[in-house]
């Protein structure tokens, strides 16, 4: 299976800036898209930002301009760049990954989370 491990989340104050990372590990041949997520206490989790393989990105409306998704295609490697943040944005924060590799024996696609980075906006 494919393992992502996610990093970068803390403590910042409203208009403050974080940058989160999420490295994917195992037996992969490759990825089509990464992207991050988001749960906010009590809520559903919502889309934040996706990038394909190729270096298409789509956001969620309410954050283009101030979240930047980039990623390492050759560290299957994924960023996100929160700046201006605001305390309505405290959240967990998920990683994902779509792609294929080699699992159980032969050849699989993959469709993987990581455990989530707690970002908390507060003064």
């Known amino acids: 299976q494919v393992q992502l491990a996610e990093s970068g989340g803390g403590l910042v104050q409203p208009g403050g800036s974080l940058r989160l990372s999420c490295a994917a590990s195992?037996?992969?041949?490759?990825?089509?898209?990464m992207g991050w997520y988001r749960q906010a206490p009590g809520k559903q989790r919502e889309l934040v930002a996706t990038i394909t393989s190729g270096g298409s990105t789509n956001y969620a409306d309410s954050m283009k301009g101030r979240f930047t998704i980039s990623r390492d295609n050759a560290k299957n490697t994924v960023y996100l760049q929160l700046n201006n943040l605001k305390p309505e944005e405290t959240a967990v924060y998920y990683c994902n990954a779509v792609g294929y590799g080699y699992f159980s024996g032969r050849a699989n696609d993959f469709t993987s989370w990581g455990q989530g980075t707690q970002v908390t906006v507060s003064s």
């Open positions: 195992g037996n992969i041949f490759g990825i089509s898209a």
